[in-house]
């Protein structure tokens, strides 16, 4: 069973930083993918960033050019640093690794305000 479990959300003011981390662990035969998706009260949860074992990333168009995800496969860890921030970003963001099905975190609040 794989377990994911994140870290790193928090208060941040408009234009300023954040980095969420993911660690995933337990019986890992292979990861496929991981990403981060965010949920906003009201809205359906939406993709924010993924990467593929081979190193492919995939970005909303929201996020393009102010967010970056990273991974470390061996450590089985995937990172999303956030920059530029918008009050818009708010959101509980939440990992998921496909391993090879979708095991999610238990999500991280970011919230973005003056």
Known sequence: QVQV???GGGLVQPG???RLSCA??????RIYLMGW????PGKQR??????T???????ADSVKGRFTISRDST?????LQMNSLKPEDTAVYYCNVRAPTDVWGQG???TVSS
């Open 53 to 59: 074992s081979g190193g492919s990333k995939d970005y």
């Open 5 to 7: 479990v994140e870290s």
């Open 37 to 40: 998706y965010r949920q906003s």
């Open 24 to 29: 995933a662990s337990g019986y890992i035969f």
């Open 16 to 18: 300023g930083s954040l």
């Open 75 to 79: 450590k089985n860890t995937v990172s």
């Open 46 to 51: 939406e993709l924010v960033a993924s990467i």
């Open 108 to 110: 991280t609040q970011v």
